[in-house]
């Protein structure tokens, strides 16, 4: 299975601060397509996930500008560039090159 | 609109048999495939399995096999996850997703909490 790390596991922020969350694979998630099977979800406090970034790069519909996604490979990173409040929750990295879909530890962002 | 809406909540106990639902509402049910991902206490989440809505065709994870069922039924626009055999570990909330071509799970269903307890 692929392993998913994420790092760091605690973020706390105060608004207009930037957050940057890292996740590295186990091995590369760069398709023969072109395409890196990655994605990002956000499980706001009480709610289900939900897509911010998928294929690594590509915002999700919905998500503001200010929430970007980069990396290939193994190494891939997502930045917030002004948290403001409603970006807290639970961050997620997940691997959709094969199954089992494996999905990383989690990053808390918390508003100080 | 678009939406995943899972059956209530379950207690069941240790050795027993939960089966979950997704209603599928707001798009054509067989054009998507339907995952099931659940979340321990404390834990990641953790993919189960899939269910191709428009053939039927499974696949599960290892972990899982010889217990997980995930079936559908396209004439109501419903996936299930049956679980069997279970024990105190398989309390979690347990969620279904659709699958979208970008391989991704663009939309979530609430949840549903199974808690397995004597």
């Known amino acids: 299975d692929i392993v998913m790390t994420q790092s760091p596991l605690s973020l706390p922020l105060t608004p207009g601060e930037p957050a940057s969350i890292t996740c590295r694979s186990s091995?590369?998630?760069?398709?023969?397509?072109?395409?890196?099977?990655l994605g990002w979800y956000l499980q706001k406090p009480g709610q289900s996930p939900q897509l911010l970034i998928y294929?690594?790069?590509y915002r999700a519909s919905g998500v503001p500008d200010r929430v970007s996604g980069s990396g290939s490979g193994t190494d891939f990173t997502l930045k917030i560039s002004r948290v403001e409040a409603e970006d807290v929750g639970i961050y997620y990295c997940?691997?959709?090159?094969?199954?089992?879909?494996?999905f990383g530890g989690g990053t808390k962002v918390e508003i100080k | 609109q678009v939406q995943l809406v899972q059956s209530g909540a379950e207690v069941k106990k240790p050795g027993a048999s939960v089966k979950v639902s997704c209603n599928a509402s707001?798009?054509?049910?067989?054009?998507?495939?339907v995952h099931w991902v659940r979340q321990a206490p404390g834990q990641r989440l953790e993919w189960m399995g899939w269910?191709?809505?428009?053939?039927?065709?499974?696949k599960y994870s290892e972990k899982f096999q010889g217990r997980v069922t995930i079936t559908r039924d396209t004439s109501a626009s419903i996936a299930y996850m049956e679980l069997s055999s279970l024990r105190s570990e398989d309390t979690a909330v347990y969620y279904c997703?659709?699958?979208?071509?970008?391989?991704?799970?663009?939309?979530w269903g609430q949840g549903t909490m199974v808690t397995v307890s004597s």
């Open positions: 294929f690594g790069s």
């Open positions: 269910v191709n809505a428009a053939s039927g065709k499974t």
């Open positions: 997940m691997q959709a090159l094969e199954t089992p879909l494996t």
């Open positions: 091995q590369s998630l760069l398709h023969n397509n072109g395409y890196n099977y």
């Open positions: 707001g798009y054509t049910f067989s054009n998507y495939a």
């Open positions: 997703a659709r699958w979208e071509l970008f391989e991704a799970f663009d939309i």
